[in-house]
């Protein structure tokens, strides 16, 4: 599977079992984002919708790497901007997630064409990011660790290559979008 501009936007020949594991990674990243469907007693928090509660840092290092504190030295600080940011930023990665899986959903069967216009292509860009932090963090990926080094005997290896593969995917998604188009 390999991006490649077209007059459509982008698209990718995508075998079903790329389709498959991409829709599980996007699947797994919309699980440990949560449903969102949180609800506030308070009817004005709930009208701009801000959280139930004190918000919180996330325990989940995974978590903690999709939403760092905006104030690391100040508690309070990092707090109160959670408060206000987290949840539209839960709920812009899991529209990114979703928008995989809908796309994706038709070609689990027989594998296919995949064509994103360019809001499905920026979405992909973040989920794949997002999904890429999460399992960099759950395997401990640091600047020094080489992918391509890890032992062939080693329980994560086939975690490590899907890592690896979901770069070489987004980068190849990044090289076919038109920065002139940005703006």
Do not use: H
């Not at 075998?15 to 609800?39: D, I, R, T, W």
């Not at 509660?53 to 508690?75: I, Q």
């Not at 796309?103 to 989920?127: H, I, M």
């Amino acid at each position: 599977m390999r991006f490649k501009r077209s007059r459509r936007g982008v698209e990718a020949k995508i075998e079903a079992v790329e389709a498959a594991v991409l829709a599980q990674c996007a699947a797994e990243l919309l699980e440990l984002l949560g449903s969102g469907e949180e609800a506030s007693g308070d009817p004005l928090e709930a009208l701009v919708g801000l959280p139930p509660g004190d918000v919180t840092a996330p325990d989940d290092p995974a978590l903690a790497r999709l939403f760092p504190a905006a104030y690391p030295d100040d508690d309070a600080a990092a707090t109160e901007f959670r408060r206000y940011t987290e949840s539209d930023l839960r709920a812009g990665k899991r529209s990114a997630a979703f928008e995989a899986v809908a796309t994706l959903t038709p070609l689990l069967e027989a594998g296919g064409k995949l064509v994103l216009d360019r809001d499905q292509a920026e979405a992909w860009l973040s989920w794949l990011n997002d999904i890429r932090l999460v399992l960099g963090t759950r395997l401990d990926v640091t600047e020094d660790t080489d992918v391509e080094d890890v032992a062939p005997d080693d329980p994560r290896r086939d975690v490590f290559e899907v890592y690896g593969w979901l770069g070489w995917l987004q980068e190849s998604l990044l090289s076919c979008l038109d920065p002139r188009s940005l703006t």
